[in-house]
């Protein structure tokens, strides 16, 4: 504190012999020193009045009073000053909290793509913030292979751990109660019970049967997904209905099926992917589908990766919700 | 006793008259000009804590000797509800944002010791002692 | 501004004249003003330097130019307080995220005591920060009852998705593998399957026969607990082997048993509570079997109440880690 | 052009030559003292910059009228390897708590309009206006 005090003399005392830019910037260089050692403006105050009565004997007293009253204005201003900093300090802690958070999600939401002959499938799910909100998981069960797509309203950590629910939810379901409306049933009595009001989440759950080439479905709200037809080369809507999760426990979803020929494709995705928004406002739903016909001769996994990246740039790299997209493809 | 004076908090000028009697003791403790300004906005603090929520209490002053130091201890005290969250209240950022002023931790940061004890039944009493240097 | 100044101005004249403690009462309430309404501390400086050469037309010009010294120093000082602030914004939606996510973990992980004829039951959990990464969980199956308690090295957030993670993969266990050792074998598997390295869970898991009233337990690492013998009113820990989970997948864990009479109690706890840390440094194990004897009249609930209060007081309201806190009392 | 002047920034002290010509811009547009202080740190940050982080490079600074208002312009270029991150060096908290200074974030808050581009190929320039009120 003595350094601080004679060197802020030294320098005041020069600045008012010289008046010179060069006093002035060397004030701000002693500013950065004094916030890192953390002198408080209060002292600051102090250090001027102080100098001032060595470096002007005959000042008039009550302009050295008049600093009794400024430090007790500053004071308050260093009170306020101090209070960020430490809360600065809980911040980086937060901060390093959610990136361990996001990546204990990562694995604990992990799941593999499944590799069957007759199909090419391709996924992808990408937070808009640290922690996804999203949802993907594939199950492997006799010949059927189970996808399910959900996303949380809101995101971030409370969307987060409502998806690890879900997949705890989901794994404990038995087989035989894993067609798809019995899912999404027991899941929105999972989230009328566990979650607060307010809360909900929207779903697509299907089957695809890997002998019959039939896909089963149905969906709680969610955000419909594309069908490719390789025939005619066209698109169609892949139509639900069905309430939100967590809103009516007593709903019964009903179930949808199509089945699948050679070329097809199920395109499953959440809102995310749709409402991509650009500076011209929210994409139109055939940009997806455009990008789809123009990727169509690569692998799903390419397809999905090639899309997102796309609809990266046309956002800007600014993405305000989390993106799911999933491609499956049966091969000729 | 001569080593402590108190002031009684019933109305905002009372507020005035607790830091008066903190200013003079710290003054004559020696303390500096900046120590003396932190002394008296703590004591400020408190006293407005007292009189905004609590509704009547005091402020207690006394010189205290550390082992080879000297310091001024402030208590404050009142009948008052209590305070329900302790820890709630002692937490950065409600009542600054709220421009409520620098709070309890704010006064914590303005001394060198801090204690406090709240009930429903005994009110609330907060210790804060500072040193001269 | 302009009335920020001319009240400064006014301020400041009655303070020069009067020099009354009233006036330094008023320049912390404007300073209090001042700051909500975001006015920076450089803002204050020109006020004061603008109210002198108002107040004393004859001020001399050096002492005057001096406040540009000043203000430069005071810029920088400005600046860090604008930062602080807008990480103070940045800081609150992060907090309400989290207590969001503190509200759907309490309810996730939301078990209720078992009100038993022959047992009185006490359980405590309380967060050192928002979020818990403590868990207990009671279980009422056939003529037992099953006692979980879990504590995840780390706090917050990441560790509250683990303990979300626990509770869903005890309540899987079928009931026949609900045996101590097997729970703590199942589920230092899932630990090793989902965590990453170097996540550690600690976990004492107990079976209450209610019938013969016998107590089967085993622990993975866990702070020890206390029994109480009522007969000769003294306490034993209660010694259990075993590795935390997450360490070797295939590590077996040995399994306890204690016949519990008319009195007796079983204390179980996280290391929060042994670990409070006062002034003088941890407290003794001790203190905590004192508080218990001093309490033991009270109903269980009453007693973990009573002596989470006493511990916070001790360590004057700031807590180090979470704090579980669960009693077992055989009723006569 | 009268409208136009620069400062090349090699050693430390074209630093104060740059706050020097800023201020006096500032000066003649009739700044408030504050806002003078305000321009020149902000000047000083982007000098200060250029000179530790680039090697060298230049501040122009420029007169400029808006629809109804006057304002001065500062403009930060230089040649040197571009800022990898754009994202990170805008984020609050960085370079005030490692002692580098208000940094960017700190410019940008200091002036009323902020614009930065940064490649690998051509360096960084950033354009920064501040009105008279
Ligand atoms: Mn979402
Ligand atoms: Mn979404
Ligand atoms: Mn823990
Ligand atoms: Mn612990």
Known sequence: MEIFKSRYRHLLRSYLKESSEKALYQAQLFSRKSILQQISPEEIISLHSEALKEIFPDIQEEVLLSFDFLLEVMVDYGLAYQEHQSMRDQQFEIKSEIEIAASIQENLLETSIPQIEDLDIGATSIPAKQMNGDFYHFIQEGQSIHIAVADVIGKGIPAAICMSMIKYAIDSLPESRKSPHFVLESINRVVEDNLEEGMFITMFYGMYDKVNHSFTYGAAGHEQGFYYHSVTNSFED??????????????????????????????????????????????????????????????????VEQIYRDLEKMQNYEMNDDFTLIILRRKV | MENESYVKIISEWDIVAARQLGRNVAKELEFGTVDQA??????????????????????????????????????????????????????????????????????????DEFDITSSLEEGTIIKTVKWTR
Chains 1, 3 share one sequence.
């Open chain 1, 238 to 303: 892949i139509v639900t209905k069905g309430l939100v999760l967590g809103v009516d426990q007593n709903f019964t979803y009903e179930q949808y099926q199509k089945q699948v020929e050679p070329g097809d494709m199920i395109v499953l995705l959440s809102d995310g992917v749709t409402e991509a928004r650009t500076e011209e406002g929210f994409i139109e739903r055939s940009v997806i589908t455009d990008l789809i016909q123009k990727y169509k001769q690569l692998t799903a996994q390419e397809m």
């Open chain 2, 38 to 111: 932190r002394i008296t906005t703590a004591i400020s603090e408190l006293a407005r804590n007292i009189y905004l929520y609590a509704g009547q209490g005091e402020i207690r002053i006394e010189r205290i000797n550390g082992r080879d130091k000297r310091g001024i201890k402030v208590i404050a005290a009142d009948n008052g509800p209590g305070i329900q969250d302790i820890r709630k209240v002692m937490e950065d950022g409600y009542s600054t944002s709220g421009g409520l002023g620098a709070g309890l931790p704010g006064v914590k940061r303005l001394m």
